[in-house]
């Protein structure tokens, strides 16, 4: 029977995440897994990635073949290169915590008032106009 380490897809259509699983390489990509040895969320920014080192280095030790994509990420992780007995990669990205957003106070302080609007007055009607109309009230009344 041959071992795989393969995705196991989860999620809604635009927001996958997966679950790093062993099984048997003839089960289908959700199918039945062995073992879940760990996690991958591509969508978040950096991507999240946990992997259990311990249970990859056991399966890749009994010939568990990882797929192309799982290749990757431990590739990443560096779990590949221990396995192997290369030199480790550099460390992953850890998220940078997001820079708080000014307050509206702070910005308004920064702005100061300009004084009056700047578009233009609109022009007065004609003045024709208006003695013809008063003009024909005084006459009614």
Do not use: C
Request: charge should be positive; hydrophobic fraction near 35%; charged fraction near 35%.
């Amino acid at each position: 029977m041959a071992v795989k380490i393969k995705l196991k897809r989860l999620g809604k259509i635009r927001s996958p995440h997966y679950r790093i699983i062993v099984a048997d390489s003839r089960t289908r990509r959700d199918g039945r897994a062995i073992e879940e040895i760990g996690l991958y969320h591509p969508v978040q920014n950096p991507s999240r990635i946990e992997v259990d080192a311990e249970r990859v280095a056991y399966w890749l030790g009994v010939g568990a073949q990882p797929t192309e994509p799982v290749l990757a990420i431990l590739k990443k992780t560096g779990d590949w290169q221990k396995f192997k007995g290369e030199p480790a990669p550099a460390p992953l990205l850890q998220p940078e915590p997001k820079a708080a957003r000014p307050t509206f106070e702070a910005v308004s302080a920064e702005d100061e008032p300009k004084g009056e609007a700047i578009t233009q007055k609109k022009k007065a009607e004609k003045k024709d106009d208006a003695p013809a109309e008063s003009a024909a009230e005084s006459t009614e009344a």
